[in-house]
Structure formats: C-alpha cells, structure tokens
Nanobody, 126 residues
Framework: QLQLAESEGDLVQPGGSLTLSCAASGSTLTHYDMAWFRQAPGKEREGISCISQKGAFAYYVDSVKGRFTISRDNGKNMVYLQMNDLRPEDTAVYYC???????????????????WGQGTQVTVSS
C-alpha cells in the first residue's frame, strides 16, 4: 500500500521561497502520476500541479504558473514542489497525491487521486 508523507511546511515572508517534498513508501512512484493540491481556510481543496509518471510533462494552474515547479525523482521515490515568489494567497495546507491521471488539459481533480499525504501547512505572511 502506497503511503505518502510531505515535508514540514513553514512560515514564509511574501516573496520568499520554499520547497516541499513528498516521500513515498510501500510502493514505487513509477506507477503513478503525481499531483500537489492545496486547501486554504474555508475553501475547497484544489489541484495546482501534476506531473506524469516519467516526468515527461507537467501541468500548473494559472495562479502558480511561473512561480511553482513540480519535479520527481523516481529513483528516490520522491516528488517536489519548488515554490518561489510566495504570496499571502498561497497560504494553505498542501497535499501530495498519487493517481492514474495527469493531463495537460486541466488541473488535477481530487476524485482521480487515490493516495494522499497527511498535508503540511504553508503560511505566507510578514
């Protein structure tokens, strides 16, 4: 059974950077597309980025495009989210997820992802 665990989040000043990592155990990530979701207070969980099984393509929602970069190292069973130029509106609990679908046509959908990490808090504030 695949298990996912995100790295610890942090309090970051606006304009700052943070990299989240997601470590997998129990199975190899090569079988899965991977995604990052986030959930802000009072809002629904939204998919913000995903990456295909071998990293051939990735998708970003407009709100993070150009600022966030998703990557994966299948040899280490790890997925990463590099976040630059962070804004207060990026404040949320961030989740990594594994599933069978990452499309360049639209954001990852919660219903398509079967395996989830526990989430990690990222707060952007001065």
């Amino acid at each position: 059974q695949l298990q996912l665990a995100e790295s610890e989040g942090d309090l970051v000043q606006p304009g700052g950077s943070l990299t989240l990592s997601c470590a997998a155990s129990g199975s190899t990530l090569t079988h899965y597309d991977m995604a990052w979701f986030r959930q802000a207070p009072g809002k629904e969980r939204e998919g913000i980025s995903c990456i295909s099984q071998k990293g051939a393509f990735a998708y970003y929602v407009d709100s993070v495009k150009g600022r966030f970069t998703i990557s994966r190292d299948n040899g280490k069973n790890m997925v990463y989210l590099q976040m630059n130029d962070l804004r207060p509106e990026d404040t949320a609990v961030y989740y990594c997820a594994a599933g069978p679908v990452c499309s360049v046509l639209g954001p990852p959908k919660r219903r398509d992802y079967d395996h989830w990490g526990q989430g990690t808090q990222v707060t952007v504030s001065s």
